[in-house]
């Protein structure tokens, strides 16, 4: 009797522990499927703090939370800053690549680049990349070739140039300055080059290194050209207040390429909502967490730059805002 009421107590035993291993089999197997059911663990990182990249590092989150994914409930963020240091990034991207992150994403140039290169197992989705390719993340925008995608911020030099020289018609010599180690930077100034040519224009490039350079170069061009512009070059963007207080200083009016940099003092750009872009980065984070291959997701890029002026700078600097300029404006910033 004995032996047969032990019999049946090790028989329920194990269809028990069958049973929960099953259970917890079947939920394993869903969360590694959809991406959801379990903690997704993010790294998150950004090579410099300043609005537009903050403004991304929001939009992101946003767009993984409208897609399900938020953090304190399914979503574990790890974020970190470069504070425009590149080693920085490759210690950043190295710490990633070692606690097995589900999914990176990195703003800006230097910081996608450390992460593609440390991490080739997990997807890297990018944001805030002018030139994918010339920076060697993609080999096509179509057909992403690796585990690398992501979006880019890439606007018309020409076009910004049309809209200095609307400003000031008279404009023989314009000012650029440019991280040199950046290669979106460069693909920008060569734009630049190429569209100046062919207006009679002269460009003269201040190139720097490190952030500390920034205002050096500033005051170097203040005396030189008729007006600054800043290309999407997050170091130079990150000390605006250098070059515009070198410019203030000479009267030298400043244009930039990207819209929080007018409401921080330059006159105008044709620029892309940077919250957008992150919320777009976002959700296509979220696509791949749900099973997308990078592969299908092409990169993506704003189709639409929207104009923005200064009407506090462009007084300041003395220059006109005209009826039609004022009719095609998305915002005047007061």
Known sequence: MRRAVSMVLTALLAFSLAACGNETGGKTETAA???QGQTVKLGLTQFVEHPALDAIHKGILDG?????YEEGKNLEVDSQNAHGDMNNTVSIAQK???DKKDLVVAI???????????????PVIFSSVTDPISAQLVGSLEKPDKNVTGTSDKVSMEQQLK????????????????T??????????KELEDAAQKQGVEIIKAGISQLSEVQLAAQSLASKADAIIIPIDNTVVSSFEAVLGAAEENKIPVFASDTDTVKRGAVATYGIDYYQIGKQTGDMAARILKGQSVA?????????????????AAAKFGLTITEALKQQAKEIIK
Not at 64 to 68: C, E, I, S, T
Not at 108 to 122: G, H, M, N, Y
Not at 296 to 312: C, G, R, W
């Open 163 to 178: 809209l200095v020289k609307t400003f000031l018609p008279g404009l023989k010599k314009l000012g650029v300055i440019y």
């Open 33 to 35: 499927t959809t991406g």
């Open 108 to 122: 800006a140039t230097p910081s996608a680049q450390a992460a593609a290169k440390a991490i080739a197992d997990k």
């Open 296 to 312: 299908d997701t092409p990169v993506e890029i704003s189709k639409q730059a929207d104009l923005y002026i200064n009407e506090t």
């Open 96 to 98: 990633y690549a070692g």
């Open 180 to 189: 040199t180690s950046e290669i979106n930077s460069e693909v920008q100034v």
């Open 64 to 68: 993984l939370k409208d897609a399900g």
